[in-house]
T-cell receptor, first 117, second 111 residues
């Protein structure tokens, strides 16, 4: 099946630094990728939809200037948390679906646990 | 706005028991309903996907049903094993491809 790779799996950083998370589709091209965030004991919440070659679409309440998304190629989308603060500590996970397949089967990366000190 | 609720939030059962996890959604205009498994600190594993036109799907010891009219889905796990211990998430997908997740049910199967 399709594989989505996400790195790093865990990152600890100081408050005020920026953190980049990569999401790669290893064996298919993905024009669209999705970024989710999960706080402890909460549900996964969609943050933004990443579109190759165009601007990302952000969900209501998500700061686009804080969470920078770049989908520069058909196999790579990056999420950069700028000037991270402790309240940004969360589990971030990306997903994508292969082209030519009905948009029902999303494949997920393994997620990134971000801890901001 | 779609809202997905999962009951119970946590469940602990002895090995071998059959169990049912419940999921409800507020907007019946869904494209499909999916069940995932999430292990601590890890990503999601897709378990079952039920199209809006289907009533149920089966995979091994897992059976998921869907009742769109009542906004409910259930995941049935037969003969539970300790390896089934994980958090189970259901998610409703609308026409925009977006998945709306429930908070999950944390399952513990005791040997």
């Amino acid at each position: 099946g399709a594989v989505v790779s996400q790195h790093p799996s865990r990152v600890i950083c100081k408050s005020g630094t920026s953190v980049k998370i990569e999401c790669r589709s290893l064996d298919f091209q993905a024009t669209t990728m999705f970024w989710y965030r999960q706080f402890p004991k909460q549900s996964l919440m969609l943050m933004a939809t990443s579109n190759e070659g165009s601007k990302a679409t952000y969900e209501q309440g998500v700061e686009k200037d804080k969470f920078l998304i770049n989908h520069a190629s058909l196999t790579l989308s990056t999420l950069t948390v700028t000037s991270a603060h402790p309240e940004d500590s969360s589990f971030y996970i990306c997903s994508a679906y292969p082209p030519g397949v009905r948009r029902e089967k999303l494949f997920f990366g393994s997620g990134t646990q971000l801890s901001v000190l | 706005k779609q809202e997905v609720t999962q009951i119970p939030a946590a469940l602990s059962v002895p090995e071998g028991e059959n169990l049912v996890l419940n999921c409800s959604f507020t907007d019946s205009a869904i494209y499909n309903l999916q069940w995932f498994r999430q292990d601590p600190g890890k990503g999601l594993t897709s378990l079952l996907l039920i199209q809006s036109s289907q009533r149920e799907q089966t995979s091994g010891r897992l059976n998921a049903s869907l009742d769109k009219s009542s906004g409910r889905s259930t995941l049935y796990i037969a003969a539970s094993q300790p390896g089934d211990s994980a958090t189970y998430l259901c998610a409703a997908q609308g026409g925009s491809e977006k998945l709306v997740f429930g908070k999950g049910t944390k399952l513990t199967v005791n040997p």
